[in-house]
């Protein structure tokens, strides 16, 4: 399972074979605490309120689009897009008791399958790293949204990504491993211009800055020893070193002294007209 987490498999969950999980995956970031109340602040941030129709790209299991969907009631509604059928369907079944306001369909983010204008706000979160043409994603979310409405883009930049550890050169690797596996890595820092190219009136730019003090977190949500294993099977490490580097980081979480850091760059674009 971790090797094809680690090989950035959400580029096309469906081949994979394992959509359940990088379900589970998802499932452990989109129920912690601290990241849903950072999206809900980015969300009410951005002004999507009561009313509005929303558009989820990239929904996966539905995590963001739930808290859109609370955020939009009564009287709005949200689409949550997903090119992968086994992620639409947990996200369909995962809601379908809660009685909140939205919907799953697939479809590509390159070709969003709405009219010009049909949305208040389009959000995407941790998906213009995994596709093809981020430009066309960007330009396709503005398209959809009405004039004056909004494009919220979440984004981080894998090489503004550290461990704090007592060997920085093995940290070094692994982080630059973990980049090397996914499609965009430096996509955080490119959202702004992506949306001002693709038209839009204006954008407001902030950072979020993710502060892991845990080990165990960093390791299930950024994959620590899957990509440390990883720079050892391709020789970039040497095991000994690796399992030296992996027992330093413990005993730093012992002495209550681990820091991981990745950062967020996120983008309020405003649709022109
Ligand atoms: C990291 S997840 C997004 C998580 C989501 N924001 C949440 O609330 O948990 C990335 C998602 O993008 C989807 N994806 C990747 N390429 C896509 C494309 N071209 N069109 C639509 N969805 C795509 C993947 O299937 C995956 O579900």
Same mark, same amino acid.
């Given at each position: 399972?971790?090797?094809?987490?680690?090989?950035?498999?959400?580029?096309?969950?469906?081949?994979?074979?394992?959509?359940?999980?990088?379900?589970?995956?998802?499932?452990?970031?989109?129920?912690?605490?601290?990241?849903?109340?950072?999206?809900?602040?980015?969300?009410?941030?951005?002004?999507?309120?009561?009313?509005?129709?929303?558009?989820?790209?990239?929904?996966?299991?539905?995590f963001?689009?739930?808290?859109?969907?609370?955020?939009?009631?009564?009287?709005?509604?949200?689409?949550?897009v997903?090119?992968?059928?086994?992620?639409?369907?947990?996200?369909?079944?995962?809601l379908?008791?809660?009685?909140?306001?939205?919907?799953?369909?697939?479809?590509?983010?390159?070709?969003?399958?709405?009219?010009?204008?049909?949305?208040?706000?389009?959000?995407?979160?941790?998906?213009?790293?995994? $596709?093809?043409?981020?430009?066309?994603?960007?330009? #396709?979310?503005?398209?959809?949204?009405?004039?004056?409405?909004? $494009?919220?883009?979440?984004?981080?930049?894998?090489? &503004?990504?550290? $461990?704090?550890?007592?060997?920085?050169t093995?940290?070094?690797?692994?982080?630059?491993?973990?980049?090397?596996?996914l499609?965009?890595?430096?996509?955080?820092?490119?959202?702004?211009?992506?949306?001002?190219?693709?038209?839009?009136?204006?954008?407001?730019?902030?950072? #979020?800055?993710?502060? $892991?003090?845990e080990?165990?977190?960093?390791?299930?949500?950024?994959?620590?020893?899957?990509?440390?294993?990883?720079?050892?099977?391709?020789?970039?490490?040497?095991?000994?070193?690796?399992?030296?580097?992996?027992?330093?980081?413990?005993?730093?979480?012992?002495?209550?002294?681990?820091?991981? &850091?990745?950062?967020?760059?996120?983008?309020?674009?405003?649709?022109?007209g």
């Open positions: 399972m971790a090797d094809r987490l680690v090989a950035g498999g959400f580029e096309d969950v469906d081949r994979t074979g394992s959509a359940e999980a990088f379900a589970a995956y998802l499932e452990r970031i989109g129920t912690d605490e601290r990241v849903r109340k950072l999206n809900r602040t980015r969300a009410e941030t951005a002004g999507i309120g009561a009313g509005h129709r929303v558009l989820d790209v990239g929904c996966g299991v539905g963001d689009a739930s808290i859109l969907a609370e955020l939009v009631a009564p009287g709005g509604h949200v689409v949550g997903d090119q992968s059928a086994g992620m639409v369907e947990r996200a369909a079944a995962r379908v008791a809660s009685g909140l306001p939205v919907e799953f369909r697939t479809g590509d983010a390159h070709a969003l399958p709405f009219g010009d204008g049909t949305f208040d706000a389009a959000w995407t979160e941790r998906v213009l790293v995994h $596709v093809a043409d981020p430009a066309l994603v960007v330009r #396709e979310m503005i398209r959809v949204v009405r004039p004056g409405g909004t $494009v919220v883009i979440a984004e981080a930049d894998y090489h &503004a990504y550290v $461990v704090d550890s007592l060997d920085p093995v940290a070094t690797q692994v982080m630059a491993r973990h980049a090397r596996g499609r965009h890595p430096d996509i955080g820092r490119r959202v702004r211009r992506l949306c001002l190219d693709a038209g839009a009136a204006e954008v407001r730019m902030r950072p #979020e800055v993710r502060l $892991v003090y080990l165990e977190f960093a390791d299930k949500v950024l994959l620590l020893r899957d990509y440390l294993a990883a720079a050892v099977a391709a020789g970039e490490v040497d095991a000994e070193r690796a399992a030296a580097w992996w027992a330093g980081l413990e005993d730093l979480q012992r002495r209550g002294r681990f820091l991981a &850091a990745l950062e967020f760059f996120i983008a309020f674009a405003r649709v022109a």
